[in-house]
């Protein structure tokens, strides 16, 4: 899960730093105010890749990035689609993925004891 949480995040903060020139050019935001938002959330990114291995706070601060992303929607509206599109795939991994790791670890611990 972590894997997939820290790509999530490392892929979004590309695509946030992708998305500055282009609010630069379609919005009145100025390139200042652009660089500045968009480097924050892609910092947010960044750190939140890095720290999901070591536990909750990791993932505390990639859902503050996904929040921050979504707020950049307010002055960028093509930003919702695309905040949204990674909101729902941080989401989905948060509500799926303990599952997901609770029957990797089941069947894992089934294979050692039928090799025992």
Known sequence: MT???AMILSVEALVVLLAV?????????????AWLGG?????LCVLGAGMVRRGRPGYVVGSVAQVAALA???VVPAMLVLAGIFALMWFVLL????EVERV???REA????GDA
Not at 24 to 31: H, K, P, Q, R, Y
């Open 95 to 98: 509500r799926i993925g303990p």
């Open 72 to 74: 950049t929607g307010i």
């Open 21 to 33: 020139p282009v609010a630069i050019n379609v919005s009145d935001v100025g390139t200042g105010a």
């Open 3 to 5: 894997r997939i949480a």
């Open 110 to 113: 089934a294979a050692r004891d």
């Open 39 to 43: 480097g924050a959330v892609a910092v």
């Open 104 to 106: 990797k670890a089941a």
